[in-house]
């Protein structure tokens, strides 16, 4: 398999080309499953009871979508419901894209059968692409795992006996899906089985042989870049029945034995094998003939099957784990600490192998400051990482690993202190890791750590990208990648980076916390407090997780709930954003008094962060001090200014600066700050309302209402409007009650 980039061979199931990096998941056309974010593109948002292409009646909006917004509507020409996408600018002006969906539609269209989602049609009124496609009310089979991660055998086997007699139906026409997983499988109501999304799929007389699909669940053919056929969508039914049935895919190159419960070995051992034969000509012939063995299997009948003309060598199946001392070290990831709204995370990588190091006599303490880095989320387990990271490289000042572990946990203390001792230890320990192995992937993962504090966005992009090159299942360099998309607006590649850090380490909970962060990012709030309970499952002490829950309560106007969280991530380590945030709680409350206290706790932990100070001189505004209020208006601005020249490339330490400004009566900074966050990142709806915060503040109340206006139109809340005190000057006005009403 090549490149379609570059042409360079690729990596069995690497996700990325490590030549060019180019992502190897070509799939251009993705099934809405959950709910996310639509960016912007308020032509997309029509009120039920709208008519659309003089067709389709819009009876309730069904979900958010990256390509764009899903509907339930009524379907005049059919005389039914049907799903409706509305597709966002532009991708509908993308060519390739749109192709993707006129094959899709082409395809399905041939293939009448109960268990494939029809599609319907491709459309384009006044411009705005629509496809419409079979209504169901269910969940995808990727959301069931994750509700239930290992399925009764006998559930296991329905859903595969389904989404074989739909592969079966497509194969007989000579189409193949070629992207086979589970988020292209809805369940529905009834629990059954629909197999959706043939957007990269080949009809009969294909000769295309460029890599499709999603690496994860593709046969080794498709890797090896060779014409995929039906044989090549079983191995991918194989595969996903492996994971209903509790167990990860088959990693690159992984030889577990078998280790299922002898009954469930009996039965189920040969259709795995046979399903997923590295060679295909060993594998099960047919759609049909797989649908009969699992039929059988799941009535409980006898069988022993071989299948092809090959040796009959099959890929050995993943069905446990067995992890040595050496197998747990290679696994252990080193994370770091985390406050909710620090706008990157910090999870660190998974150590090297151990085998060329064991002898090493700083090994042992290196190891042990990876684990408190693993386990803990507080400052003092960044504390005690540091000590014994510095033990190992006492010990043996050449482990090149250690250096860098350790220039990683200076940053993620940097960040909470803002301590300039923090970054000059973390620049030191860089610079002799960088000098004992500057091209080990664990050393420039440390180094793109360090660029990412300096919020150097762009660049700590360029070098993670190659870090997971080079190093495709680091899922602690997935998630720091995730970042600085989101920092640099780019939603698709930076949901695609947490999920697939999600996928390589799915039961480790600061990558549920990541995810929440970016959802909440996007705006996507129901997201949010969904992957900080997940997270709060995984590690009930996760002083992440309660702070993370609590500010996406916050924003949603859950108050009560917010509160309560903060509390409890109080009580596993004090710090000054959870003071900060709890304050805040009480602010909004018009519980005044108690939000001063917390503010005032908050700057006395971290009196050079701009928020604490600025959040301080709200709640003494709402005590009438306005003496005090200004002080620290001015203080709020003065450690905003420092933040903006550290980091000039940063559009929020501008933004800040400017509502700071503002507050502190300077209107030729705050105008100017505030335009320039805007120019820097135009997408982002909080930027576009702290322009309308800092207007309103100086009496300009249509241009507090055009920003205002316009960062509702990309995702601004009704909630994050109203619990504003600044724009209480425009509630009577007609504009603003207008705009509210169109806030969600």
């Known amino acids: 398999m090549k490149c379609p980039q570059c042409s360079s061979p690729l990596e069995f199931r690497a996700p990325r080309c490590t030549a060019c990096g180019s992502s190897i998941h070509l799939t251009s056309v993705t099934t809405v499953s959950g709910h996310l974010a639509i960016l912007e593109d308020p032509a997309l948002h029509f009120p039920p009871g709208a008519i659309l292409a003089e067709r389709f009646t819009i009876l309730e909006k069904a979900g958010d979508g990256g390509m764009g917004i899903v509907y339930k509507a009524f379907d005049t020409s059919l005389d039914q419901e049907v799903a409706l996408k509305l597709i966002r600018a532009d991708l509908a002006g993308d060519e390739d894209f749109v192709d993707s969906f006129k094959q899709e539609v082409r395809l399905t269209r041939q293939i009448a059968h109960p268990n494939v989602c029809r599609v319907h049609d491709l459309g384009d009124s006044h411009g705005l692409l629509f496809f419409s496609m079979e209504w169901l009310e269910g969940e995808t089979l990727s959301q069931k795992l994750k509700q239930q991660p290992a399925m009764a055998p006998e559930r296991a086997l329905e859903i595969a006996e389904g989404i074989g007699q739909a592969l079966g139906a497509a194969h007989t026409r000579g189409i193949v899906h070629r992207d086979l997983k589970p988020s292209n499988v809805m369940i529905d109501a009834a629990g059954a089985v629909h197999v959706m999304d043939f957007g990269i799929a080949v009809g009969p007389g294909s000769t295309a042989e460029s890599p499709s699909g999603t690496p994860a669940y593709m046969s080794p053919e498709q890797w090896r870049g060779e014409l995929p056929d039906a044989r090549s969508d079983l191995y991918s039914l194989g595969l996903i029945l492996l994971e209903m049935l509790g167990h990860e895919p088959p990693a690159p190159g992984e030889r577990v034995p078998a280790q299922l419960p002898p009954p469930l070995r009996r039965k189920l051992g040969p259709i795995l094998e046979s399903l997923l034969a590295e060679d295909k000509e060993a594998r099960c012939p047919s759609a049909e ?25 099959s890929r050995p199946l993943r069905m446990g784990w067995t992890l040595s001392a050496a197998g747990l070290l290679l696994a252990a990831t080193i994370f770091a600490y985390l406050h909710w709204l620090s706008p990157w995370p910090w999870p660190g990588p998974k150590p090297p192998s151990p085998a060329p190091e064991i002898e090493s006599p700083g090994w042992a303490y290196y190891q042990r400051g990876v684990q408190y880095l693993l386990e803990e989320d507080t400052v003092r387990g960044i504390d005690d990482a540091i000590h014994m990271l510095h033990r190992a490289t006492e010990a043996d000042s050449n482990l090149a690993q250690a ?36 091209e080990m992937p664990e050393v420039q993962y440390a180094r793109g750590r360090g660029l990412l504090a300096e919020k150097k966005f762009g660049e700590a992009k360029d070098v993670l990208e190659n870090v997971v090159k080079r190093a495709p299942q680091l899922d602690a360099a997935w998630a720091n990648l995730e970042v600085t998309y989101r920092e640099l607006g780019n939603y698709a590649q930076g949901l695609r980076a947490i999920q697939t850090a999600i996928r390589l380490n799915p039961k480790y909970f600061r990558h549920q916390v990541y995810l929440g962060l970016f959802l909440y990012k996007f705006g996507e709030d129901d997201g949010s407090i969904a992957a900080c309970r997940k997270a709060l499952e995984l590690k009930p002490n996760s002083r992440m997780a309660w702070n993370g829950l609590g500010t996406t309560y916050l924003k949603v106007g859950r108050l009560t709930e917010a509160a309560a969280a903060f509390v409890e991530s109080l009580k596993l380590e004090e710090d000054a954003t959870s003071y900060s945030n709890l304050g805040t709680s009480h602010y909004f409350q018009g519980q005044f008094e108690d939000a001063v206290k917390n503010y005032e706790r908050a700057t006395e932990l971290d009196p050079k962060d701009a928020d604490h100070w600025g959040n301080l001189g709200d709640a003494l505004t709402m005590l009438k001090r306005g003496s005090d209020a200004h002080t620290a208006y001015l203080r709020a601005a003065e450690a905003a200014r420092a933040e903006a020249q550290r980091v000039p490339s940063d559009p929020r330490a501008h933004l800040m600066l400017g509502l700071y400004c503002a507050r502190a009566r300077d209107k030729d900074c705050a105008f100017k700050e505030g335009g320039r966050a805007a120019l820097m990142q135009p997408g982002s709806s909080d930027i576009l309302f702290r322009n309308a915060v800092i207007h309103c503040i100086f009496g300009e109340a249509d241009e507090a209402l055009d920003w205002l206006e316009r960062a509702v139109k990309i995702g601004l809340t009704k909630v994050e409007i109203q619990n504003d005190p600044d724009l209480i000057p425009l509630h009577a006005n007609p504009r603003y009650l207008k705009i509210l009403e169109l806030a969600s």
């Open 403 to 438: 250096w860098a572990k350790l220039g990683e946990a200076y940053w993620v203390r940097y960040e909470e202190t803002h301590g300039e001792p923090s970054r000059e230890e973390a620049n030191r320990a860089m610079a002799k890791a960088l000098a004992l192995s500057p």
């Open 289 to 313: 003939k797989a649908v009969t063995a699992l039929r059988r299997a799941r009535e409980g009948s006898g069988f022993n099957w071989r299948f092809g003309k090959g040796r009959g060598t």
